[in-house]
């Protein structure tokens, strides 16, 4: 897969809904009711982070939800890849981009949003054609004040920010002309999906949908 293709799948994965809710998810038994809870509230892409022992199998079960679209987070490596491609991730996240990562996305068919924290990086992904690309960590690199600026020079890169993003800075993105999506756990909180509250979590993803 090309990097344009790439760019071109991973942006309708980000204008599917203004939130990609980024899940960490300790046990795969409820990995399918939290997908259909989140996927009933109006977010259908969903990032599963590799960063938890039971998150391929929840990808697994999260990729045969109705109406869900669920990629990868935190991937890393090659071999992240291709167990993220294996276990049924229709798309990849990553914190940062390697030329080994995005290789290995390339070779998989495993469209990637790459990211990217400054200027440079996202001059070095435009260079090899990719226009859509994870601002991260978003509030920590200055938030949608520092995204904004980049997009002057940079117009033709479009971003998801992610990291510190929440109901309260949501809008602050959304409203940027180079931002297609936001990305954020807070519409999977922890609490809520211990205590198998799925009707909360949808109610949280309601409100995130409705952002604009
Ligand atoms: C992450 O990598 O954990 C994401 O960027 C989500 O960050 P958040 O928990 O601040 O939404």
């Known amino acids: 897969m090309t990097p344009q293709d790439a760019s071109t799948a991973a942006a309708k994965v980000c204008l599917m809904a203004p939130v990609v809710p980024v899940l960490v998810v300790d046990d795969a038994s409820i990995a399918a009711d939290l997908a259909r809870a989140l996927v009933a509230g109006g977010l259908p892409a969903l990032e599963v982070t590799l960063r938890t022992p039971a998150a391929l199998d929840a990808i697994r079960e999260m990729a045969a939800v109705p109406g869900g679209v669920v990629g990868a987070g935190t991937l890393l490596t090659p071999k992240d890849v291709e167990d993220a491609k294996a276990a049924g991730a229709t798309f990849g996240v990553s914190p940062g981009a390697t030329d080994l990562l995005l290789d290995a996305c390339e070779a998989n068919d495993l469209p990637l949003l790459p990211g990217t924290a400054t200027a440079s990086e996202a001059m070095r992904l435009l260079e090899r054609g990719y226009t859509v690309q994870k601002f991260f960590p978003a509030e920590a690199n200055g938030g949608a004040a520092a995204l904004k600026a980049i997009g002057a020079p940079i117009p033709q890169v479009?971003?998801?920010?992610?990291?510190?993003?929440?109901?309260?800075?949501?809008?602050?993105?959304?409203?940027?002309?180079?931002?297609?999506?936001?990305?954020?756990?807070?519409?999977?909180?922890?609490?809520?999906?211990?205590?198998?509250?799925?009707?909360?979590?949808?109610?949280?993803?309601?409100?995130?949908?409705?952002?604009?």
């Open 158 to 212: 479009k971003f998801c920010p992610t990291g510190g993003v929440s109901l309260k800075n949501a809008r602050d993105y959304l409203a940027l002309s180079n931002t297609l999506c936001v990305g954020g756990s807070w519409v999977a909180p922890k609490d809520k999906v211990l205590a198998g509250d799925w009707a909360g979590i949808t109610a949280l993803a309601a409100e995130a949908a409705k952002l604009s």
